[in-house]
């Protein structure tokens, strides 16, 4: 980050002796006024487009974190409606042996319970292993974001450096 505020600083720097230039080219001659206003307008751009796609890859990036947030909570919200569901399954279970009679010891009860929980731990495994997939996928896509962002901007600070030399190439070049 420090590297692209020292281009920026330079870009700006570029930018203000490309100013100048504009205005002592105005006392020189038309042509030249007019090529050293399409130079500053064009690093301007140039420096524009970068900051704003930074500010898009910081905006991406920002809403890439909250989906990641987002999809840790529906994870916690499963796993919670899954165990309220396991603890329903065990009770129901409880009821119907106890109402037909069977021992609530019994090494059936005790099978049907352990199943139970195998189903539902099998199911939390498969939505917390799925959520994390997607969290982090997300994660991903948020760093990703930012470095779109930090190349847009370094792209435009180059370019409108490369815009400043071609320009005074140009001049010296004409003489």
Request: proline share 0%; glycine share 12%; hydrophobic share 45%.
């Amino acid at each position: 980050m420090e590297l692209v505020g020292a281009l920026f600083t330079k870009a700006v720097a570029g930018i203000g002796s490309a100013a100048s230039a504009v205005g002592g080219a105005a006392t020189s001659g038309g042509l030249f006024s007019l090529q050293n206003i399409a130079t500053t307008f064009g690093v301007v751009a140039q420096i524009g487009g970068g900051v704003a796609g930074l500010a898009q890859g910081r905006a991406d990036a920002a809403q890439s974190a909250f989906d990641s947030r987002q999809e840790f909570v529906t994870a916690k919200e499963t796993s919670a409606a899954l165990k309220a569901e396991l603890a329903k399954t065990v009770s129901d279970q409880a009821v119907l042996f106890a109402s037909g009679g069977v021992n609530l010891g019994s090494v059936s009860v005790k099978q049907a319970r352990q199943q139970a929980v195998r189903d539902a731990e099998y199911e939390l495994d498969i939505a917390s292993s799925g959520a994390l997939a997607r969290s982090l996928a997300h994660r991903r896509a948020a760093r990703n974001a930012r470095a779109r962002g930090n190349a847009a901007l370094i792209q435009g600070v180059v370019g409108a450096t490369q815009t400043l030399a071609d320009a005074q190439l140009d001049r010296k070049e004409i003489g």
